[in-house]
């Protein structure tokens, strides 16, 4: 073969052509001009705004939520372990500390793990989900990952083959976390958009599934079925009747459930509740309590927040044992999830309890972050409301809301068409996540300019 | 389409069949046999040895060695940013956790960064190659990852496209690690091992690749070629004129180079020196100089041996500068590598400098590493070939030994197969990484059984 100084080995012609037609909108070129505006803000470059207030994102840190003490003594306490003889720790943070060193190897977090996590973290994560659904949970079934985005990919490909010479289809809400449509794309598997019901705040409804997957099945073999429940970028909190509904549709279809829980701790509107999916299917009994699930939980969200620690797990609920072989070596070839984003999840799903030494604080810090979003999420829907042709669902949960309008700019938000939306309508996601000050700042600024426009081109 | 309560959605017959192909020999059958003889032992369970010598993983710390202490204060600085005001700490770790947390949003490492890793560590890493090369690197071509793993797989699916009908084909080294035969199972590209000549110390002979290529052309489109340099599992540290041999090879195959250099800090052998691959390729000039490259390096290997913490890099050189945005575009879906790990990577790409306070003590820890792992290096060797029908080359660098023999048993290793090996002959691959005593232990352990095989069956 023959070669000349100019050609690349590796063009845009001869690349993965999946990976051309990957969007991922959280982090495109919206995203990037914020970060040059802020650049040319740094250089006294005049705008019509002394900053950029970032709401495109759900980066709790970043717009000024406190971390969670104990999480960091315990995880600095792990990576220094002459702290643990310090009297300036609670027992129980170092208690915890020493636990988790027992159990890595070498007493050194800088040991790998088992591929899929330290069997102690699994075992906290099992007794935590027990906790909170009052069905039983086997940590056997629990696998840890640097990230939920990690754990969805993982088990997405397990289910990436052709049946009858037909591509698997992927059953996702539109609106959507980006993540799934990416995945989906970059997988060259299907994606089958259903719609949630703006008009009835985002709701999920049987009849637009069976439309969707009817249509689907001409083109593609439908395997599974993603639910983001609280929603993201829609905020919505699922009923356990609508949840019980669903179930029986994916049991008819033959669907492999992938429950996106990774914002359980995130409800805030009176009257809601968080419900697992697999507590619900396990209430129904058989066949449902039979069915194939995996569940995802992460420490980016909730009331820690803690993105850049890449801590995550993935239960998977009644996987045929032989697949879930196959899941184990797939994940060994990763080596391990990061110890630290290991030593934060051990830390949510165990928090300090009743009588511990950091229990007081624990609350407190917990409290006044789960309040203050609940307050800041109200605010967002009230005041969007209040602003002439946009409309805005209550915020019920997760970090997010997608208000319906007709253009935007200035603040650096997302467009809805990432994340899919009903062809004729326009919105944006804003995260709910700037302090209260500077959400309303925000506001204020979006409305401006959007009564400006309004009265410009009306 | 119906469904019945015993069938499972998801079955070995339906699923993805390239992860039930992939292979994964470091993390196999023997690993896991391996814990359930250490919990047997736990149960006091009778076995003709007293506890399981794992020498089968590069895990540095879980094998007793210390983490450095300038490394672990940063992170711990970082974590609990309180502690910046302890006069327990010296100044410069103190002063990097502080640099580092204003690059980091809302001052917390619990930010998302960049998809690509923080810019303040990307352009540290550039600083590093151009200090270790000598030629110049942009700090725009760098991208942190949680782990080398994570690079290299990301770069690879890029390449993963069919070229006039023909699946891409990776040409790999056997004995190899086995990584690589993973991932491309995994991606399903084609595998076109050449073999390293155990004879002449595992050398990279151009007529073995060329005789190696020109038989996979019949199948598939060669496309990219991995060079692990230290080798992994075999040992050999490649000279300056065989890399270049390699480069023109690669350069007349219009192939993309895979530099996995991640033991560029572990070479003991007298004589032999680390050459990385785009400073060969730069002293070439042009056309070489203007080949594309991927070169790796990892927090988990060296003298740091942090393989828990999942820090790493890859420079890419010469990339098409679309193929660049694609690239950027497909890590952004995994959102950020953990921010532990970009930490531990600075302090690896920009440890303590002369008259910094850190200095010496870093020095004398490094050194320590170093000059322990040359000195096991050379035992290992000696003492395998003082052991009837088994040879073994030196090991020059990385971790590893890959000697000849004919069976093995007792001490957690990884056979030969896991790596690739010729036809007939039988291998099995130890680290290097247990400490001088438990080392000795392990290899007359494994003399007696070995001598005890020969007496039985010879």
Known sequence: MSSSNNSKVLTLENMNSAVIKLEYAVRGPLVIRAGEIQKELQQKISKPFKDVI???IGDCHAMGQKPITFLRQVLALATLPELLDSPDYPEDAKSRARILLENCLGYSIGSYTESVGLEIIRKHA???IEKRDGIPSNYEDILLFPGASSGIKNILKLLNAKIDGKSPGVMIPIPQYPLYSASVTEFNMVQIGYYLNESRNWSLEIE???RAINEAKKTCFPRILVIINPGNPTGQVLTKENIEEVIKFAYREKLFLFADEVYQDNVY???????SFKKVMFEMGPPYSQMELASFMSCSKGYMGECGLR?????VVNMDPKVKTMLFKLVSASLCPSVHGQIALD??????MPGEESYDLFIKEKTAVLSSLAERAKMVADTLNNIPSITCNPVQGAMYAFPKLLEN??????????????PGTYHFRTTILPQMTRLKEMLTRFEQFHLKFLHEYQ
Request: charged share 20%; net charge negative; glycine share 14%.
């Open 347 to 352: 830390c949510v799903v165990k928090p300090p």
């Open 54 to 56: 970032k709401a495109n």
């Open 126 to 128: 099992a007794e935590y």
């Open 409 to 422: 700019t200035g603040i650096c938000i997302v467009p809805g068409a990432g994340f899919g939306q009903e």
């Open 311 to 315: 801590g995550a797990y993935a239960e």
């Open 269 to 275: 509107a009176e009257g809601c509740k968080f419900f």
């Open 208 to 210: 637009e599934l069976e």
